[in-house]
């Protein structure tokens, strides 16, 4: 009971929403969908659920072609990212209204109704109207009515985005725990957040710019970044990526000598390369690359220091509130043995601890 | 100094207002009440003070010796308006919503172009459309019968319903069509489960806006019934005559909005209630 896309392609008014989606997604595994905004995310999700015609590619359902098969049979249930009721409806007739569509019976569809918005915590809201009720809990009323169905494929498009951060991870721990005992469905979850994707996701799919970058496991997508684009989306902050040259093992980076030999890149020829490297594994020091602060954000546990290295924007992240003025001159020192290497089309080369061969989906 | 006059600045105008407003109808209230003489000797407007108040206007509009009877008008009245506002509406928000949810395209001609076309029909001034309806009516045997009026009369509504309409499904999230369609149901059960019922402020409207322009159709009726069909405007212009009995002009022009008057209290009512707002959030 796969679904497979196939060279999705959609083009509109000049804008290429889809290049060549190619994906299968599998009864009974969460997969994340990853990108920033605009990257198709929302635009492959309405193809799957037949909201959006495609130009061109195939898609099916268990071998079958699902591209022919009208919205309302594609046993397909969505939550939107801003949060979708039935206004007219109170709470019970929205989470009911698909399943009398299907014909149950009332008590069958009393019991589903009861028992989904007891697994999101509205069993006592019934009968308030979604206009009574606050975003977190509109968006538990989507949730409910998706789950009650058990339709073979649920879509969930952002969900959590036009949440509060507090409410945010609560509802993230939530579906987790709701999203385990889905049986055979087809959980296909979109988000712009690393730690979103990989805590709920089994496998990760890597969005960009219309195409599907990479495909795989959290740990894989996030060790073996297969691009430099790969490992600045899976990473909050995004990936310092900058350009250097390799010679002998040892990394200089806008003129000045940035690390020790790295004994991971040293079999590696010499020459240009771009790398990459966490915004944890660089930190201020006396010695290093020097660069100039252009911007400081303190979240309160850490300090985000942005820093320009001639043409490269590194971002620092350290532990604690740091007093860095703006256009101070720092020093950067880099952790020669955290570094990912890319050449200059940016797909990996080396990476920490992992050698590309064993990468896989690329 | 602003904040101290500015409210009753604010209610002068709107007493002023109030009195332009409520002062014609005051005036045929009197009016009707009154007889020849009292209408003839100068303006006076306290009942049993100024004049003495008599029922002779209000007896020949209900078939007293002199006047007409209004009822057979106001039956037929109310029956083209309720037909050709209710065919208008389920027709209007049809198309209205076809126009709000599809994309059309015939060549250089667009949805917006396909909503302008609608609303141009009331663009066109009574008379340059009356002549082709006449044609078509009589063409069709329809000429003085009621169901010819309540296609003029249709023909007439449908730009408003539909204008009225697309506005109002425009600000409707598409997402919940889309949503009713991924519940199991197909486009046209989407549009009635779950657009129609979020509908009732726009249907509201539209259907006050079809009501009054229907009601208060004079030309149309003049010119294409004769003397089988007469609606309640006619039979008021037929009152008149070289002497005009103001009186029962007055009492007949009263009964003639009466109707509207409640209807537009009613809709006052709804909207203040808040049925109508927050439908759709």
């Known amino acids: 009971m796969n679904l497979s896309a196939t060279d999705l392609c959609l083009t509109v008014d000049g804008v290429d929403h889809l290049r060549k989606v190619t994906a299968t997604f599998e009864p009974g595994r969460l997969h994340t969908v990853i990108g920033r905004t605009m990257a198709g995310k929302t635009t492959l999700l309405r193809a799957l659920a037949g909201l959006q015609k495609v130009d061109s590619g195939s898609l099916t359902r268990a071998g079958a072609d699902f591209l022919r098969t009208p919205v309302w049979r594609r046993d397909t249930a969505m939550v939107y990212q801003q949060f979708i009721n039935y206004p007219h409806l109170n709470v019970f007739d929205n989470v009911a209204f698909p399943l009398k569509r299907a014909g149950l019976s009332r008590d069958e569809i009393r019991r589903r109704v009861r028992q989904s918005l007891a697994s999101v915590g509205l069993a006592d809201f019934e009968q308030r109207k979604p206009s009574q009720l606050s975003g977190g809990q509109q968006q538990r009323v989507a949730m409910a009515r998706a789950l009650a169905r058990e339709t073979g494929i649920l879509l969930l498009d952002e969900p959590l985005a036009n949440l509060d951060y507090k409410l945010r991870e609560q509802l993230r721990d939530e579906f987790k725990a709701l999203f385990s005992d889905q049986g055979d469905t087809i959980v296909i979850y979109t988000t712009t957040e690393p730690a979103e994707a990989m805590m709920l996701g089994d496998v990760v799919l890597v969005m960009h710019e219309g195409r599907i970058l990479q495909t795989g496991t959290p740990q894989e997508v996030y060790e073996r970044p297969a691009t430099t684009t790969v490992a600045s989306i899976i990473n909050d902050p995004p990936m310092n990526v900058f350009t250097g040259r390799l010679e002998g093992g040892q990394v200089t980076v806008a003129g000045f000598q940035a690390t020790h030999v790295s004994p991971h890149l040293a079999d590696l020829p010499d020459g240009a390369y771009r790398f990459g490297l966490r915004a944890t594994d660089v930190s201020l020091a006396a010695g290093g690359v020097e660069g100039e602060v252009t911007f400081v954000e303190i979240s309160g546990s850490e300090t985000f220091v942005h820093v320009a290295v001639g043409e490269s924007p590194f971002v620092v992240q350290i532990e604690g509130i740091h007093d860095v003025a703006l256009g101070d001159l720092v020093k950067l020192r880099l952790r020669p043995d955290r570094l990912f290497a890319f050449d200059e089309q940016g797909s990996l080369v080396r990476t920490p601890s992992y050698d590309l061969a064993s990468v896989e989906g690329r | ?281």
Request: charged share 10%; proline share 7%.
């Open chain 2, 1 to 281: 100094m602003r904040s101290r006059l500015y409210p009753v600045f604010k209610y002068t105008v709107i007493a002023l207002w109030a009195c332009f407003v409520a002062g014609p109808f005051f005036w045929a209230m009197t009016t009707s009440f009154k007889n020849a003489n009292a209408v003839q000797g100068g303006p006076t407007y306290l009942p049993w003070a100024q004049y003495e108040p008599t029922l002779t206007g209000w007896r020949n509009i209900f078939g007293g010796a002199g006047g007409v009877d209004v009822i057979d008008p106001f039956v037929n009245s109310a029956i083209v308006t309720l037909a050709a506002s209710a065919i208008s509406l389920a027709l209007g928000s049809l198309a209205a919503y076809a126009l709000s949810r599809y994309r059309f395209r015939l060549g250089f001609i667009k949805n917006s172009d396909i909503v302008f076309f609608f609303v141009s029909q009331r663009i066109m001034p009574p008379v340059v459309l009356v002549i082709p309806f006449f044609y078509l009516l009589q063409w069709g045997g329809l000429l003085d019968t009621i169901p010819g009026l309540v296609i003029v009369t249709v023909a007439l509504l449908l730009p408003i319903a539909v204008w009225v309409m697309v506005d109002f499904f425009n600000g409707i999230p598409r997402e919940i069509d889309e949503m009713a369609m991924l519940d199991g149901c197909p486009p046209f059960q989407a549009f009635v489960r779950a657009i129609l019922p979020n509908s009732l402020p726009g249907l509201t409207v539209a259907a006050m806006f079809c009501a009054v322009f229907g009601w208060n159709d004079f030309f149309f009726a003049f010119r294409l019934t004769f003397t089988e069909v007469q609606t309640l405007p006619q039979a008021v212009v037929a009152l008149n005559s070289s002497i005009p009995p103001w009186w029962t002009l007055s009492a007949a022009a009263l009964f003639g909005v009466a109707p509207l008057i409640l209807l537009a209290l009613w809709v006052e009512r709804l909207l203040s209630k808040g049925n109508l707002s927050g439908a759709v959030r």
